[in-house]
Nanobody, 121 residues
Protein backbone atom coordinates (compact mmCIF):
# COMPACT_ATOMS: atom_id res chain seq x y z
CA UNK A 1 0.00 0.00 0.00
CA UNK A 2 1.32 3.42 -0.98
CA UNK A 3 0.90 6.41 1.27
CA UNK A 4 1.34 9.98 0.09
CA UNK A 5 1.64 12.79 2.60
CA UNK A 6 1.38 16.33 1.26
CA UNK A 7 2.24 19.61 2.87
CA UNK A 8 2.87 23.23 2.01
CA UNK A 9 -0.38 24.70 0.79
CA UNK A 10 -1.73 28.01 1.98
CA UNK A 11 -2.86 31.51 1.11
CA UNK A 12 -0.64 33.81 -0.91
CA UNK A 13 -1.05 37.02 -2.86
CA UNK A 14 -0.80 37.06 -6.62
CA UNK A 15 2.83 37.09 -7.69
CA UNK A 16 3.89 35.20 -4.60
CA UNK A 17 5.37 31.73 -4.15
CA UNK A 18 4.57 28.49 -2.39
CA UNK A 19 6.33 25.16 -2.14
CA UNK A 20 4.45 21.89 -1.89
CA UNK A 21 5.94 18.62 -0.70
CA UNK A 22 4.79 15.06 -1.17
CA UNK A 23 6.44 12.20 0.69
CA UNK A 24 5.71 8.70 -0.57
CA UNK A 25 6.10 5.44 1.29
CA UNK A 26 5.12 1.83 0.91
CA UNK A 27 6.91 0.72 -2.22
CA UNK A 28 9.61 1.62 -4.70
CA UNK A 29 8.79 3.95 -7.56
CA UNK A 30 11.48 3.28 -10.12
CA UNK A 31 8.93 2.22 -12.76
CA UNK A 32 6.47 5.01 -12.10
CA UNK A 33 6.06 8.75 -12.15
CA UNK A 34 5.13 11.14 -9.41
CA UNK A 35 3.36 14.35 -10.03
CA UNK A 36 0.64 16.82 -9.23
CA UNK A 37 -2.90 17.45 -10.34
CA UNK A 38 -5.15 20.27 -9.24
CA UNK A 39 -8.88 20.75 -8.95
CA UNK A 40 -10.61 24.11 -8.73
CA UNK A 41 -14.18 24.36 -7.41
CA UNK A 42 -16.67 23.08 -9.95
CA UNK A 43 -13.97 21.95 -12.35
CA UNK A 44 -12.30 18.72 -13.30
CA UNK A 45 -9.04 17.53 -11.83
CA UNK A 46 -6.31 18.71 -14.19
CA UNK A 47 -2.76 17.58 -14.78
CA UNK A 48 -0.06 19.98 -13.59
CA UNK A 49 3.30 18.23 -13.77
CA UNK A 50 4.99 14.85 -13.47
CA UNK A 51 8.49 13.49 -13.14
CA UNK A 52 9.35 10.01 -14.35
CA UNK A 53 11.26 8.46 -11.52
CA UNK A 54 13.76 6.37 -13.47
CA UNK A 55 14.82 8.95 -16.04
CA UNK A 56 14.01 12.25 -14.37
CA UNK A 57 12.04 13.33 -17.45
CA UNK A 58 9.57 16.08 -16.60
CA UNK A 59 6.34 17.13 -18.26
CA UNK A 60 4.51 20.37 -17.40
CA UNK A 61 1.08 21.59 -18.30
CA UNK A 62 1.31 24.63 -20.56
CA UNK A 63 -0.45 26.77 -17.99
CA UNK A 64 2.37 26.40 -15.45
CA UNK A 65 5.46 26.24 -17.65
CA UNK A 66 8.05 28.76 -16.60
CA UNK A 67 6.40 29.32 -13.22
CA UNK A 68 6.29 25.91 -11.54
CA UNK A 69 9.24 23.60 -10.96
CA UNK A 70 9.12 19.99 -9.82
CA UNK A 71 12.09 18.40 -8.11
CA UNK A 72 12.74 15.25 -6.15
CA UNK A 73 14.75 13.76 -3.36
CA UNK A 74 15.36 10.13 -4.29
CA UNK A 75 16.54 9.13 -0.85
CA UNK A 76 13.36 10.45 0.75
CA UNK A 77 10.94 9.39 -2.02
CA UNK A 78 9.75 12.97 -1.94
CA UNK A 79 8.79 15.39 -4.67
CA UNK A 80 8.54 19.12 -4.35
CA UNK A 81 6.56 21.62 -6.37
CA UNK A 82 7.96 25.13 -6.31
CA UNK A 83 5.28 27.52 -7.50
CA UNK A 84 6.35 31.05 -8.40
CA UNK A 85 4.50 34.03 -9.81
CA UNK A 86 1.23 32.55 -8.64
CA UNK A 87 -2.00 33.75 -10.21
CA UNK A 88 -5.57 33.70 -8.89
CA UNK A 89 -6.38 31.03 -11.48
CA UNK A 90 -3.87 28.73 -9.76
CA UNK A 91 -6.28 28.52 -6.83
CA UNK A 92 -7.21 24.87 -6.36
CA UNK A 93 -6.73 21.79 -4.25
CA UNK A 94 -3.44 20.26 -5.31
CA UNK A 95 -3.14 16.48 -5.28
CA UNK A 96 0.05 14.50 -5.30
CA UNK A 97 -0.06 11.32 -7.36
CA UNK A 98 1.88 8.16 -8.05
CA UNK A 99 1.14 7.14 -11.61
CA UNK A 100 2.23 5.78 -14.91
CA UNK A 101 3.34 8.50 -17.34
CA UNK A 102 0.58 10.50 -18.98
CA UNK A 103 -1.63 13.49 -18.33
CA UNK A 104 -4.91 11.73 -17.75
CA UNK A 105 -6.15 11.22 -14.23
CA UNK A 106 -6.74 7.61 -15.29
CA UNK A 107 -2.96 7.09 -15.17
CA UNK A 108 -2.98 7.64 -11.41
CA UNK A 109 -2.69 4.67 -9.10
CA UNK A 110 -2.48 6.53 -5.81
CA UNK A 111 -3.63 9.98 -4.70
CA UNK A 112 -2.57 12.15 -1.83
CA UNK A 113 -5.12 13.77 0.45
CA UNK A 114 -4.87 17.16 -1.27
CA UNK A 115 -3.65 20.52 -0.07
CA UNK A 116 -5.40 23.83 -0.64
CA UNK A 117 -3.63 26.62 -2.51
CA UNK A 118 -5.40 29.96 -2.57
CA UNK A 119 -4.07 32.93 -4.50
CA UNK A 120 -5.65 36.28 -3.78
CA UNK A 121 -5.72 39.08 -6.32
Amino acid sequence: QVQLVESGGGLVQAGGSLRLSCAASGRTFSNYAMGWFRQAPGKERDFVVEIIWSSGTIYYAESVKGRFTISRDNAKNTVYLQMNNLKPEDTAVYYCAVKVPGSSSRTVGYWGQGTQVTVSS
